[in-house]
T-cell receptor, first 112, second 117 residues
Framework: LAKTTQPISMDSYEGQEVNITCSHN???????ITWYQQFPSQGPRFIIQ???TKVTNEVASLFIPADRKSSTLSLPRVSLSDTAVYYC?????????????FGSGTKLNVKP | GAVVSQHPSRVICKSGTSVKIECRSL??????MFWYRQFPKQSLMLMAT?????????EQGVEKDKFLINHASLTLSTLTVTSAHPEDSSFYIC?????????????FGQGTRLTVV
């Protein structure tokens, strides 16, 4: 079971790019890396997922180095509405082994 | 993306009563669903894995007789908090993932806020 480590909190200002790094030193071969966003009193919302190298979608980019022992979520030009907790999860790609254990997450506070 | 729906979103119950929370996958079939609990300012804690057609698997420290899970179909799982007490007050969240090999993303419900008075 790959454990993840993230900074507890980060501050940023509107319009800046934010990079949140997650460590997962014992990631397994079959594990994918997934990032979720959670607002208070809501369920987590999927942001992005990747296995290796770089993945980009309409809201974020995910950078994964060759050894896959860490990953970095990049949020371009954040706004106040991006203030939330961001979780990095590592889990098996096999649907039959897909338990997701949450770490502490990173509380991102975007200031005006 | 796929949708997971929970009902109710909020519930208040008296101490000693039981409360049922439903989790539905609206546009996909989920062989497996997961139940989490989240206390204020804390992360999500996995409680149990709900398997369609078989008994749920509980995480260490979670009382299976108190948190009854039933996975009646490929689109519905229920969590019943029996004999609820104030310490059971929490935010309960379910998640589900499709059963196809390429369904690598887990979808989460909107959560249920349980308050036991």
């Amino acid at each position: 079971l790959a454990k993840t480590t993230q900074p507890i909190s980060m501050d940023s200002y509107e319009g800046q790019e934010v990079n949140i790094t997650c460590s997962h030193n014992n990631i397994a071969t079959n594990d994918y890396i997934t990032w979720y966003q959670q607002f208070p009193s809501q369920g987590p919302r999927f942001i992005i997922q990747g296995y290796k190298t770089k993945v980009t979608n309409e809201v974020a980019s995910l950078f994964i180095p060759a050894d896959r022992k860490s990953s970095t979520l990049s949020l371009p030009r954040v706004s106040l509405s991006d203030t939330a907790v961001y979780y990095c999860l590592v889990g098996d790609i096999n649907p039959n082994f897909n338990k997701f254990y949450f770490g502490s997450g990173t509380k991102l506070n975007v200031k005006p | 993306g796929a949708v997971v729906s929970q009902h109710p979103s909020r519930v208040i119950c008296k101490s000693g009563t039981s409360v049922k929370i439903e989790c539905r996958s609206l546009d996909f079939q989920a062989t497996t669903m997961f139940w989490y609990r989240q206390f204020p300012k804390q992360s999500l804690m996995l409680m149990a894995t709900s398997n369609e057609g078989s008994k749920a698997t509980y995480e260490q420290g979670v009382e299976k007789d108190k948190f009854l899970i039933n996975h009646a179909s490929l689109t519905l799982s229920t969590l019943t908090v029996t004999s609820a007490h104030p310490e059971d007050s929490s935010f309960y969240i379910c998640s589900a993932r499709g059963q196809r090999s390429w369904d690598t993303e887990a979808f989460f419900g909107q959560g249920t806020r349980l308050t036991v008075v």
